[in-house]
């Protein structure tokens, strides 16, 4: 069995995708598969993949779908994998020499350990060789990684391989296509009943791009709310509150504060009680749901409000 699926998503990347290439043609350990599967991309994505599988340097598999969105790519990549561990990699980032070699020692280390932990969770460097997160506490510790984000531990992005098996119990969910569904779904999924080991080294490089931050921030916007970025932000909140019902009872403020954004976001993308309720897997969450619902829709209401206003609002002369 190979070692590790290496799954990109991409979608018109052909101008970043050879950086992916590279990086992984560099890994001292081969044992992995590449697993490109393509959004549905028009550039020459397709012909630049099938150069490099004539190359020979790095194990790919190609595989193309219509373009419907990352969520969906991800799903497929799910039921493709057949490997120990799985891995995400965006198209624009890139992994360090070492990083399969130093996740099969820590994989391998911690079956020998007994450790029931279903994932590994690394630190990354940025593009211009700086630190892109802080250092862990400790070298290595086990931990749920909803715990560490409500804890503070975990400020920036952090990248995780998943024990293979695990992953495939989870899916996105597939009732809204071409949207931003939040990639932190699967650690928090992953994770919801089992721990992760945390290893203090930086095996991936994460590539800053203004573009997709300025994106991802002007979900908010009032212009784009109803284009799809309060269903973003849902989903978001949806994540946290689903899959981290186990510490409800011990952040309670916290949780207070993102039911009550659940319900706001739910509001704003149209998104009705019964199907918001459904969509809770624990009765707790359900139940703080339903507490917050008038301060979430009190929420949504000012936010539309103060939205209108902005839209309304003439520019003023110089």
């Not at 460097?125 to 400790?138: I, P, T």
């Not at 931990?143 to 391989?161: N, P, Q």
């Not at 495939?168 to 919801?192: G, N, T």
Request: glycine share 4%; with cysteine; proline share 3%.
């Amino acid at each position: 069995m190979t070692f590790l699926t290496v799954f990109t998503p991409t979608y018109n990347r052909a101008h970043t995708l050879p950086d992916v290439y590279r990086s992984l043609a560099e890994q001292t350990d081969k044992d992995f598969l590449w697993l490109i599967v393509d959004d549905g991309s028009t550039d020459e994505t397709a012909a630049q993949v099938a150069r490099w599988q004539s190359e020979g340097l790095v194990p790919i598999r190609y595989v193309f779908q219509e373009n419907a969105g990352k969520h969906f790519a991800f799903n497929r990549a799910i039921e493709i994998a057949d490997s120990e561990l799985f891995e995400c990699l965006d198209s624009d980032d890139m992994l360090k020499p070492r990083c399969v070699e130093r996740l099969k020692y820590h994989w391998r280390r911690m079956r020998s350990e007994n450790s029931q932990a279903k994932a590994i969770c690394f630190l990354l460097s940025d593009s211009d060789g700086g630190e892109w997160n802080e250092d862990f506490s400790e070298d290595e510790f086990e931990a749920y990684f909803a715990e560490k984000v409500c804890d503070g531990t975990l400020r920036a992005d952090v990248w995780l391989a998943f024990d293979t098996e695990a992953i495939k119990r989870h899916r996105y969910l597939e009732k809204w296509r071409k949207i931003y569904f939040p990639d932190a779904m699967m650690p928090y999924a992953v994770s919801a009943d089992a721990k992760v080991r945390f290893v203090n080294e930086r095996l991936g490089i994460y590539r800053w791009n203004p573009a997709d931050a300025e994106r991802l921030s002007n979900f908010s916007r009032p212009e784009n709310l109803r284009r799809g970025g309060a269903l973003s932000l849902f989903l978001g909140n949806w994540i946290r509150l689903n899959y981290a019902g186990r510490l409800i009872r011990k952040y309670p403020v916290y949780h207070l504060k993102l039911a009550t954004q659940y319900d706001r976001f739910a509001d704003l993308a149209n998104i009705s009680l019964k199907e918001r309720i459904r969509m809770l897997d624990r009765k707790d969450a359900r139940l703080l749901a339903v507490l917050t619902l008038i301060p979430g829709r009190l929420a949504s209401w000012l936010t539309v409000l103060k939205h209108r206003r902005e839209l309304n609002a003439k520019p003023r002369a110089d």
